[in-house]
């Protein structure tokens, strides 16, 4: 990233996306017009409009690769402190504290402070998260961490300092969890660079258990690159240790980052910035054969490539990569396919059926053809994600069928609240 806060040139798509005013066109050339060139606003992300105590730790890691930042934890503020809390969900579940949003702003400033004082002191101790499960679209369930809100407050305060550094770091196909870098701009890039690029097959890769296989160790290294404030890297430490409560028993755990902890999407950024993307980006550019796109969202990747030689050296040696760092390619869900403008035609002269697909985003990836002949990737709501939230809908529906109104002082059926809040309900019985 420049101190604009647009992503570098050299390695950010540059071709013409399916949306051009959206994405980022294709790859190793300037972003698209309008593309990741707005303000970031302040908070969790560093970027154009972060406060100014930030310019400097950005311009020196934008002017020296190799820097290694001594000073960082004065710059969590009582002023980033209260930023963080007020980007906080109001609604958001309590961690094991039982502490809610409202309950802490009672006293809001007074306990800011004090938090300020506690985390500058190294007084601060980070709490263990509250396990919780979320059904995943295959029926299976992902555990989450609830952090306590003083812990998500710090969180969100060091990520935004550590942002000033990485984002100056991080490859222009990373669009995990970073300011400026949605899902629907990944998926774009993607569409873009198999358009735009002479690519024939797909890496379509899927790392098992990320968060919970990440080695610890390693990813304190990888920190050390940067930061040698040892107060920072002791508070990471410190929530990584943490442990969990589930079921009212504390658990501790000797590997992975808490998944949905505030910190944990940088830090798998970190992890697979050094494991990843430095090596696939080195690859590409000095053995290569042909064109090679990556498109990377957390630890979801897609990998697309000219020749068919190229893809399987990278996939044989991402597996052995993967392996000397803890992280395992998924047997089952990581497969190298055909695909792109020339697969149809191809597998057809050979006599075999369509191009397979491959689903990235939650979106299944198609060859098709357009009505004037040409290629293009179409994209449809992959079928299980769609299965689970059309099941939940009708769950939910099942179980309000048979719910009454609840009584309003206004006499309004809920369904009219919002149109007429304040009138009162005509004589006539609204069904």
């Keep these: ?30 972003p698209a017009k309008g593309n990741a060139a707005g303000e970031t606003r302040p908070g969790r992300s560093a970027g154009h409009g972060v406060s100014s105590e930030l310019d400097r730790v950005r311009q020196v890691a934008v002017r020296d690769k190799s820097a290694r930042f001594t000073a960082l934890l004065h710059h969590v503020s009582v002023h980033r ?25 009672q006293n809001l400033h007074e306990n800011l402070r004090d938090l300020h004082e506690r985390v500058q002191s190294g007084r601060y101790r980070a709490s263990p998260s509250r396990r919780v499960y979320i059904p995943k679209a295959d029926g299976r369930q992902r555990p989450l961490g609830i952090a306590t809100l003083e812990d998500k407050v710090v969180q969100r305060a060091v990520v935004e300092v550590l942002n000033a550094i990485y984002e100056t770091d991080f490859r222009g196909f990373s669009y995990g969890f970073r300011p400026g870098r949605s899902p629907h701009r990944a998926l774009d890039a993607l569409a873009a660079g198999v358009l735009e690029k002479r690519v024939n097959w797909v890496l379509d890769a899927d790392i098992r258990d990320f968060f919970g296989s990440l080695d610890r160790g390693w990813l304190m290294k990888f920190l050390r690159h940067r930061i040698a404030d040892e107060r ?4 990471i430490g410190r929530w990584l240790a943490a442990g969990v409560i589930e079921d009212g028993a504390w658990t501790a755990t000797e590997q992975g980052s808490p998944q949905g902890a505030s910190v944990s999407p940088l830090l798998a950024n970190v992890y697979l910035h050094y494991v990843l993307d430095l090596r696939a980006d080195w690859r590409r550019k000095r053995f290569a054969r042909g064109d090679v796109i990556i498109v990377r969202f957390a630890d979801d990747f897609i990998v697309g490539f000219e020749e068919r030689e190229d893809a399987e050296r990278f996939l044989a040696e991402m597996r052995e990569r993967f392996a000397k760092f803890s992280l395992e390619l998924h047997p089952g869900k990581t497969r190298l396919i055909e695909f792109g403008r020339h697969a149809a035609r191809r597998r057809a002269a050979r006599g075999e059926g369509k191009p ?28 299980k994600r769609l299965r689970a939230k059309l099941k939940m809908v009708k769950d939910q529906l099942r179980r309000r069928a048979t719910s009454p109104f609840p009584n309003r002082d206004d006499g309004w059926p809920p369904w009219c609240a919002g149109i007429r809040p304040t009138t009162p309900c005509p004589a006539t019985t609204v069904r």
């Design 1 to 30: 990233m420049n101190g604009h806060g647009q992503s570098d040139g050299p390695v950010v798509p540059a071709n013409l996306p399916n949306k051009a005013a959206a994405a980022e066109a294709g790859e190793e050339r300037g």
């Design 81 to 105: 402190l209260m930023r963080a809390f007020d980007d906080l969900k109001k609604g958001a579940s309590p961690g094991v504290d039982g502490v809610t949003w409202h309950a802490y702003e």
């Design 232 to 235: 920072v890297l002791r508070l």
């Design 356 to 383: 397979e697909t491959f689903a990235f985003l939650g979106f299944t990836h198609i060859c098709a053809t357009s009505r004037r002949g040409r290629f293009w990737v179409r994209r449809k709501t992959d079928s």
